[in-house]
Antibody, heavy 118, light 107 residues
Framework: EVQLVESGGGLVKPGGSLRLSCAASGFTFSSYSMNWVRQAPGKGLEWVSSISSSSTYMYYADSVKGRFTISRDNAKNSLYLQMNSLRAEDTAVYYC???????????WGQGTLVTVSS | DIQMTQSPSSLSASVGDRVTITCRASQSISNYLNWYQQKPGKAPKLLIYAAYSLQGGVPSRFSGSRSGTDFTLTISSLQPEDFATYYCQQTYTTPLTFGGGTKVEIK
């Protein structure tokens, strides 16, 4: 069974940093591109970042470019999102999803809430 | 960036109704269009990918179609478990973009 479990969310002050993790199981993680997608409270879905299976390609939304870094460790079956210089508008539930830049997101984690507030 | 304009933003329907949701892309995206269902407090669930293809395990009352840059999600006979919010997504190019969502409510 495919499982994606996010962790690392929480309350952080504006300008602070947070690192999200996504633990994958039930499939050959190293064969799939992965995405981060977020959803602000009461709002729609927003793509954040994608990474290819071997980390060759990484893509970012303009809203996070230069502040967020996506990475993965295929030996640990894990996906990461390093978030720096956080802003109030980054407050959202962050989902990891199996899919990548040009594929549908066929499996999603349960999400982790990031709240940026003083 | 490719804009995805989804309509309507909400609709009220009864069990058994045929429901149609439309998504228009601001430019050609070929068939790189996916549909998701999201229930409150839950992660989105993939329903349709590549405009027409039904994801495994998804009931056959869901279907997708395309006419140029207009895409349609149809639920042939609405069931109680279908009351949710639906999103389209283009995966033709980055930045990947979603439609604004359609909330399907009980009439």
């Amino acid at each position: 069974e495919v499982q994606l479990v996010e962790s690392g969310g929480g309350l952080v002050k504006p300008g602070g940093s947070l690192r999200l993790s996504c633990a994958a199981s039930g499939f050959t993680f190293s064969s799939y591109s992965m995405n981060w997608v977020r959803q602000a409270p009461g709002k729609g879905l927003e793509w954040v970042s994608s990474i290819s299976s071997s980390s060759t390609y990484m893509y970012y939304a303009d809203s996070v470019k230069g502040r967020f870094t996506i990475s993965r460790d295929n030996a640990k079956n894990s996906l990461y999102l390093q978030m720096n210089s956080l802003r109030a508008e980054d407050t959202a539930v962050y989902y990891c999803a199996r899919g990548g830049a040009y594929s549908p997101d066929d499996y999603w984690g349960q999400g982790t809430l990031v709240t940026v507030s003083s | 960036d490719i804009q995805m304009t989804q309509s309507p933003s909400s609709l009220s329907a009864s069990v058994g109704d045929r429901v149609t949701i439309t998504c228009r892309a601001s430019q050609s995206i070929s068939n790189y269009l996916n549909w998701y269902q999201q229930k409150p407090g839950k992660a989105p669930k993939l329903l349709i990918y590549a405009a027409y293809s039904l994801q495994g395990g998804v009931p056959s009352r869901f279907s997708g179609s395309r006419s140029g840059t207009d895409f349609t999600l149809t639920i042939s006979s609405l069931q109680p478990e279908d009351f949710a919010t639906y999103y389209c997504q283009q995966t033709y190019t980055t930045p990947l973009t979603f439609g604004g969502g359609t909330k399907v409510e009980i009439k």
